[in-house]
């Protein structure tokens, strides 16, 4: 069989406009691609999402690779401001520019190319599985938890799984991921009394009291970081009234803040402690907040050993570059894959992600390929 070109790969996924929640025949040509090779194809469709399912190999094997990652791409933005077509996947001086050819086309491509070079022409004494979803950029519901739910009910298992995000910050091989921080978003609500400005003790101003609560909130330390983590940071991203009159104190304030924790936290904790921190606002400035919070996900870690082993020992065969071990960024759906096997994350330089002229270098996702096949070869080895 006909090595599979991943940058031609990735470029029939780049011209599939699979803008979230949209599959635009992406899994199609996956199925297509895995299907050749003998892989049993299953689409896992939940809500508005399509998910596809690949095994390669007996789904009770002791011995199961696998990979995961995502076809759907953020929007492009000002068409206009493309140098190229957005879902044209032309190339230039050897750089693809398309929407998804960092984040993250190039991945699936390689690794899918990868997984059918090596089970045609070294077929494993085990297994090989890809999940492949279409709700990583939006709200993650029904994409890799779906496949996730439907692994359980069918009985099938990965030994441990590669994720393949951009990982690289500026060149190829620098980082792979052992983990990620934890991620979560809380909105806050105070409730007072409306009154005139001129008459501020007839009324209960809210905007003192959340002012109060904001500083409290982004004053605290929440830790000094961990063996593998920085520190958590909290950050207040909006406090809005929606007060047009300079002579109306406002009924009602709200204020939302984002933070990202470490593996000293967890959700719970960190709701707790808000709730806490606004129980005491409320009664000192004698009005009501409520509070509404978001999980995204939990803080984990996969501890170095013979997973980020591996997949170090390969990229540095390849690139030469041995890799940092890092829990950086923000999250992934290695976040939800955490709980059913080990799993680390490698891809890409991630430069240009969302970013208007997204792209990548040509030879670099031929690199990655080589990377994930001989990942392949040395876990079945």
Request: net charge negative; hydrophobic share 40%.
């Amino acid at each position: 069989m006909t090595p599979i070109d991943p940058a031609r790969l990735t470029a029939d996924l780049i011209r599939c406009p699979s803008v979230t929640p949209e599959e635009g025949g992406a899994l199609g040509v996956l199925e297509q691609v895995l299907g050749a090779a003998g892989f049993n194809c299953v689409r896992v469709d939940r809500g508005d999402v399509c998910n596809l399912f690949a095994r390669w190999g007996q789904k009770d094997h002791a011995r199961t690779f696998g990979f995961n990652g995502h076809i759907d791409v953020v929007p492009v933005g000002d068409e206009a401001a493309w140098t190229l077509p957005p879902f044209g996947a032309e190339v230039r001086d050897g750089v693809m520019y398309g929407r998804g050819a960092t984040d993250m086309k190039s991945g699936v491509a390689a690794f899918a190319a990868a997984a059918v070079d090596f089970v045609q022409q070294t077929p494993p004494e085990g297994a090989v599985v890809l999940t492949i979803t279409g709700d990583e950029e939006g709200d993650a519901v029904d994409g890799t938890t779906a496949l996730l739910d439907y692994m359980d009910q069918a009985g099938e298992r990965m030994s441990v799984c590669l994720v393949g995000e951009p990982t690289c910050p500026d060149r190829m091989g620098e980082m792979m991921k052992i983990g990620r921080r934890g991620s979560m978003t809380a909105w806050f609500t105070v409730t007072g009394v409306q009154g005139h400005s001129a008459y501020p003790h007839r009324a209960k101003n809210p905007l003192p009291a959340m002012a109060r609560l904001m500083d409290r909130l982004a004053s605290h330390e929440l830790d000094r970081g961990t063996d593998h983590f920085d520190a958590s940071t909290l950050a207040v991203v909006t406090i809005d009234t929606g007060n047009p009159a300079t002579n109306v104190i406002p009924a009602q304030c709200t204020g939302t803040v984002n933070i990202r924790f470490n593996d000293l936290h967890t959700g719970a904790g960190l709701t707790g402690w808000m709730q806490a921190e606004a129980d005491r606002v409320a009664e000192e400035f004698g009005v009501e907040i409520g509070i509404k919070v978001k999980i995204s996900g939990e803080s984990f870690l996969t501890p170095p050993g013979p997973l980020s082993d591996l997949v170090a020992a390969a990229v540095e065969a390849e690139t030469g570059v041995t890799p940092e071990l890092s829990t950086t960024g923000g999250t992934s759906d290695a976040r939800f894959i955490k709980s059913h096997c080990p799993v680390v994350e490698f891809g890409l330089v991630g430069r240009t992600m969302h970013q208007v002229d997204e792209r990548a270098e040509v030879a670099q996702i031929h690199q990655l390929k080589a990377i994930y096949g001989r990942i392949l070869a040395d876990y079945f080895a």
